[in-house]
């Protein structure tokens, strides 16, 4: 588990850390948790999943990010996460989260995850995934957020390493007065993967922002359809939706933004592009020792990183 959790970009030393609150969850079986001062992690295995609440005490600054490990080390299964978060008035913390599926063929990973952001507080969550190379897993997230005052959320979700398989993400937020809800999403689809975001930032308080960025890589036969709905409820309220696409070979991309805005004093924007590689960029990295798939792969992991 340990060896999948450093291919997804963790360190396993971290969760040894006394100082550093963790938990790690295989299947429906809790290996290790780790508590500050400050900050409880309750986690109860059932026999349909593992339920996990965290809570941050008010006006606790929580110096190093909290780290999660979920993932299954078998080829078959299903793992189903309930989990809350809890950020009390005036904290701030951040979360690292790894997921890791090394040898998924047959194999379901659900997230049902419900966040309370408190007035002035600020949460950064950032999932990193890990799949082995058949792309036989499903990884369905569903997350529901609340934004409270002047409170601040982050989330950041990255799927490009290993097969994508299947992938359907459900994200909504209700962000109150000068709160604000950030949502970035990278995956890298292939073969038949299948990509599916839908997002919707409701901006319901006077000052509220939103902002989403997504950016997708799909080829050979991958398909990714991309939804977001930014709704601009209250005076002041702005919010921003940006979406790139890139689709190689027979890959299918789609992307539908939806604005809906009503007050008259509320702004929401998008952009989106879907295309190829660019043939400078290409012809540049050919010109200096690439070949072309090498080529692609280095301006497709440049697009990741934007």
Excluded: W
């Excluded at 992690?41 to 909290?66: C, S, Y």
Aim: net charge negative; aromatic share 4%.
């Amino acid at each position: 588990m340990l060896d999948a959790y450093e291919k997804a970009g963790g360190r396993p030393d971290v969760l040894e850390a006394r100082r550093v609150a963790s938990a790690v969850i295989h299947a429906h079986d809790v290996l290790a948790v780790n508590e500050i001062e400050g900050v409880t992690i309750e986690t109860e295995a059932r026999e349909g999943g593992v339920r996990a609440r965290i809570n941050v005490a008010p006006g606790t600054k929580v110096e190093h990010p909290v780290h999660l490990c979920f993932g299954v080390t078998a080829s078959e299964g299903l793992q189903v996460i309930d989990s809350e978060f809890e950020i009390g008035e005036g904290a701030e913390v951040g979360f690292l989260a790894h997921c890791t599926f090394p040898n998924a063929v047959e194999l379901k990973h659900v997230m049902d995850a419900r966040i309370h952001v408190g007035p002035g507080a600020t949460m950064r969550y950032r999932e990193a995934h890990y799949h082995g190379p058949e792309g036989g897993i499903e990884v369905l997230p569903t997350t529901h957020a609340q934004v409270d005052e002047d409170g601040r959320l982050e989330i950041e979700f990255d799927l490009t390493e290993g097969r994508v398989g299947r992938m359907a993400i459900e994200f909504d937020a209700d962000v109150a007065a000068n709160g604000v809800a950030e949502l970035v999403s990278r995956a890298y689809g292939s073969a038949d993967d299948d990509i599916s975001v839908n997002e919707i930032v409701r901006l319901n308080g006077e000052g509220a922002r939103g902002f989403t960025k997504t950016r997708v890589a799909v080829r050979d036969q991958a398909k990714s359809e991309i939804t977001t709905t930014a709704e601009g409820n209250a005076p002041g309220a702005r919010g921003h939706m940006d979406c790139t696409e890139i689709v190689r070979g027979r890959a299918e991309a789609r992307n539908v933004p939806i604005v809906v805005v009503r007050d008259d004093r509320a702004r929401v924007t998008h952009e989106a592009a879907i295309g190829s590689v660019g043939k400078k960029e290409l012809e540049t990295l050919m010109a200096r020792g690439l070949d072309e798939e090498q080529a692609v792969d280095v301006i497709i992991r440049g697009m990741l990183r934007g």
